[in-house]
Each structure stands twice: as structure tokens, then as C-alpha cells.
């Protein structure tokens, strides 16, 4: 079985390289970083180190690495033989792979099973968005035959892995929980093998749970330890006021997963609770500037801060609390995070109102809109 996974970097080879290589896969790393493919391509193996209350380490093998920014043919050539193709790029990145898939899928022999064709991103239906720009890109057979050549399933990947340290090598050091939970519907009851993957009927309320409480929490973590100067993530949830700050807003998020999904407020209680301890392990070296990076994109429409405060606003809840957490965001100020400094920018040059349509994509007409717009002015007054 041979799986090729675009993105070798800390997801990449710490979470989906892993699971798929313990599935029995030969894995094919896809990655433009020159340096970071050539150490792969030159080195058998590397470990990945999970820590937490239970630590314990994995030798990864079994793999092969491939530059796809200077080796696109060769790359096409794997995928069109593969099970198996997945991503963990950033979903921004999603448009600049799947050309190199869609040539892939249009080379594909028909007699093989078809691709399994899953992103591993933190975004909602990120396989929907890669499949748009893969069928941009098919020629007309295979767009006729599409359903015999690729199956494409969303998926939901939890696992916190950090940026590494400069001598680590291409070991990873992540955290002991792991969840990858994909849609089995596209599958038509023959699912690709991969004991440590949890094939689901529904998606929607995993991945909305995931994002709306591991991420929205996080990123939370992540903007009010910035404000307060925390050197790491576990050291920001020593403060109580940033500690009470997210569990506050994973309140107004599990009241919104369980009226929503009818979840059991005792699970849903106890997956905050787990979720808690995750961001405070003090054995993970996680920076604000991580977790927080890109917070243009973490604002927006569909994501973890304005996904479930909208839909709070909807249903007649004021998300004080989120809101509070969209405030923080507005002010990640650093210099290194193009998107930060465009943030600033933003809000030095735009009038509230222009700022949050743009930030948010919310109508004026949203029941949450004129909450940012009080939020971003008292940003630009500060
Ligand atoms: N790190 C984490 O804890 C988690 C990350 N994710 C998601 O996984 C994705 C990747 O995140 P990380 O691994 O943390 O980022 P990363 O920056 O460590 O890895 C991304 C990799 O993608 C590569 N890349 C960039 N453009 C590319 C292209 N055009 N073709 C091929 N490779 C390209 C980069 O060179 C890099 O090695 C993101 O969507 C993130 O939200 C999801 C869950 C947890
Ligand atoms: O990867 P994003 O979307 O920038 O979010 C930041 C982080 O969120 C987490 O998935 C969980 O909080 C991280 O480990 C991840 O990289």
C-alpha cells in the first residue's frame, strides 16, 4: 500500500505520516522545502516522541521524499499509483497541490481502486475546497469518470504538535492524544486501511467539536498569553485570567455544540476538561506565536472565533466571551506574522465597519456584526 502526503512538516511527519506509516503504508513526503526533503531523502528513519502523562516513542520507516516544487512529474507519477494522497499544507496552500493531483488522477490507470483523496487541515470540509480546485484541473475523461478514478473524504485531525527545536532533526515531538476521525459516506462501505483513523457517518459534529473547542480554546490561549507576554502556552495557563478567559469561552462554545449536536453535556463537559489539560501540558514547548499565527484566517467567517459566536448570536446569545477572545485577536501584534501586520494595518486605515466585514465576512444585517464593530473600535481606540 503506498500513501502520498503533501506537507512533511510537523503534522505531516508527527501525525499523518505516522498513522499511515503504522497502517502498513509506504509513505511518499511531498514538500517544497528543499532542505527539509533532502534530510528525508538521505536519513532511513525518524522518530516521533509523543509526551505527556503517557510518553513513548515511534520509529518511522518505510518512507521515500520527493521535492514537488522540483520534481512535479515524479510526484504525479506517485500519486497516480498510490491508495492514498493526503495533505497538511494549511488550507491556503490546498490551490497550489491539487494541480499536481488533479495530473495524477488524469493519468490514473483504471483498473485501480480509486484514490482516497483526504486534507488533513484545520478547516472545515477542507477535502470539499482541495476537490474544487482538483476538478479545475481534470480533462474531460476523467471528469467524466471521476467516481471510479477518486473518492474524496473530509476529515477532522487533532493532535497538538509544536514547532521544533533547531536541533531536532527531522524528529517531532508531539503530544500523547491523537484523533483523526474521516468521513466514511464517500467510501461506499470500503474504507482504506487505517486502524488508527476513525471512519465516521457524519462528520459535521466531530470536526465542528474539534475546531470549536481544541482550536477555538487554543487560539484563546494563544492571544491572552500574547497580551500577557507568556513565553509558551502551558506557561499562559498558569494565569488565571487567561485561564478563566478560555474556560469561559469554551462555555459558550459547549453550549453551542450541545444544542446544536445534542451532544451529552457530562461528554461534552469532560472534552473541555481533557481539553484544558491538553493546552496546559508543560512538556510541550508551544509559543502564542504558533498558535496563534495567521489570525486573518483564524477570523474568519467559518472559523473557530466567528463560526461559533454567529451561530450563538443566531440562537439570541450575546458570546461576551468570544467576543472578549476576538479582541485579543485583534491585537496579536508581531512583526514576523505577515498576517498580523496586515491585521494592523487593517485597522489603522478602515473604519470599524469596514474592518469587521472585511475580517469576518458577516452581513451588517448578522445579529453579530455591530458586537465586532463595537469590539474592533475599542481595538483602534486602544
Ligand atoms: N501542528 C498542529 O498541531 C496541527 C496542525 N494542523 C494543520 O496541519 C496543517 C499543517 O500544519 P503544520 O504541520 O503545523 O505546519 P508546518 O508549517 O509544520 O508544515 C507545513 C508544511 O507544508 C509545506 N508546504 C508549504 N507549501 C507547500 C506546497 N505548495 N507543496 C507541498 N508542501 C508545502 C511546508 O514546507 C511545511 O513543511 C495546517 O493546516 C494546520 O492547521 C492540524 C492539527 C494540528
Ligand atoms: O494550525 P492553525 O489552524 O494555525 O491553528 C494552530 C494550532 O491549532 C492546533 O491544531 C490545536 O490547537 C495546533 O496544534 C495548530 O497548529
Given at each position: 500500500?503506498?500513501?502520498?502526503?503533501?506537507?512533511?512538516?510537523?503534522?505531516?511527519?508527527?501525525?499523518?505520516?505516522?498513522?499511515?506509516?503504522?497502517?502498513?503504508?509506504?509513505?511518499?513526503?511531498?514538500?517544497?522545502?528543499?532542505?527539509?526533503?533532502?534530510?528525508?531523502?538521505?536519513?532511513?528513519?525518524?522518530?516521533?516522541?509523543?509526551?505527556?502523562?503517557?510518553?513513548?516513542?515511534?520509529?518511522?520507516?518505510?518512507?521515500?521524499?520527493?521535492?514537488?516544487?522540483?520534481?512535479?512529474?515524479?510526484?504525479?507519477?506517485?500519486?497516480?499509483?498510490?491508495?492514498?494522497?493526503?495533505?497538511?499544507?494549511?488550507?491556503?496552500?490546498?490551490?497550489?497541490?491539487?494541480?499536481?493531483?488533479?495530473?495524477?488522477?488524469?493519468?490514473?490507470?483504471?483498473?485501480?481502486?480509486?484514490?482516497?483523496?483526504?486534507?488533513?487541515?484545520?478547516?472545515?470540509?477542507?477535502?470539499?475546497l482541495l476537490k474544487q480546485e482538483i476538478v479545475a484541473g481534470l480533462d474531460d475523461a476523467a471528469l467524466a469518470s471521476i467516481d471510479s478514478r477518486a473518492v474524496f473524504a473530509n476529515t477532522a485531525v487533532d493532535r497538538i504538535v509544536p514547532g521544533q527545536a533547531a536541533d531536532a532533526g527531522l524528529d517531532v515531538t508531539v503530544e500523547d492524544f491523537f484523533e483523526w476521525a474521516i468521513e466514511s459516506g464517500p467510501f461506499g462501505g470500503d474504507v482504506p486501511d487505517i486502524a488508527e483513523a476513525h471512519f465516521v457517518d457524519d462528520l459535521a459534529p466531530y470536526i465542528e467539536r474539534k475546531l470549536f473547542t481544541v482550536n477555538t480554546g487554543h487560539a484563546t490561549t494563544a492571544y491572552f498569553g500574547f497580551l500577557e507576554g507568556a513565553a509558551t502556552l502551558a506557561d499562559a495557563m498558569q494565569s488565571p485570567e487567561v485561564f478563566a478567559r478560555v474556560a469561559a469561552v469554551l462555555d459558550e462554545t459547549k453550549t453551542l455544540l450541545i444544542a446544536k449536536y445534542d451532544f451529552d453535556p457530562e461528554a461534552q463537559e469532560a472534552y473541555v476538561q481533557k481539553n484544558l489539560t491538553r493546552f496546559a501540558n508543560p512538556f510541550l514547548p508551544d509559543t502564542p506565536a504558533r498558535v496563534g499565527r495567521q489570525p486573518i484566517r483564524k477570523l474568519g467567517r467559518h472559523e473557530r472565533f466567528i463560526g461559533p459566536a454567529a451561530e450563538l448570536s443566531e440562537r439570541g446569545v450575546v458570546p461576551d466571551a468570544l467576543l472578549g477572545a476576538i479582541g485579543a485577536a485583534l491585537r496579536f501584534d508581531l512583526p514576523e506574522d505577515a498576517q498580523s501586520v496586515e491585521l494592523k494595518e487593517l485597522l489603522a486605515t478602515s473604519s470599524a465597519s469596514d474592518a469587521t466585514s472585511r475580517l469576518t465576512g458577516l452581513e451588517a444585517s448578522h445579529p453579530l456584526y455591530a458586537h465586532v464593530v463595537r469590539v474592533v473600535e475599542r481595538v483602534q481606540k486602544s
Open positions: 500500500m503506498k500513501a502520498v502526503h503533501f506537507g512533511a512538516g510537523n503534522i505531516g511527519r508527527g501525525f499523518v505520516g505516522l498513522i499511515l506509516h503504522n497502517a502498513g503504508y509506504e509513505v511518499v513526503f511531498a514538500d517544497v522545502n528543499a532542505e527539509l526533503i533532502d534530510a528525508l531523502a538521505e536519513t532511513p528513519s525518524y522518530q516521533v516522541h509523543e509526551v505527556g502523562a503517557a510518553s513513548k516513542s515511534w520509529t518511522v520507516d518505510n518512507y521515500r521524499a520527493l521535492n514537488s516544487a522540483t520534481h512535479e512529474a515524479d510526484v504525479v507519477a506517485e500519486i497516480a499509483s498510490a491508495d492514498i494522497v493526503t495533505t497538511a499544507v494549511g488550507p491556503n496552500i490546498l490551490r497550489f497541490v491539487a494541480p499536481l493531483i488533479a495530473r495524477a488522477i488524469n493519468e490514473r490507470d483504471h483498473a485501480l481502486k480509486p484514490l482516497a483523496v483526504m486534507a488533513c487541515e484545520n478547516a472545515i470540509n477542507a477535502t470539499d
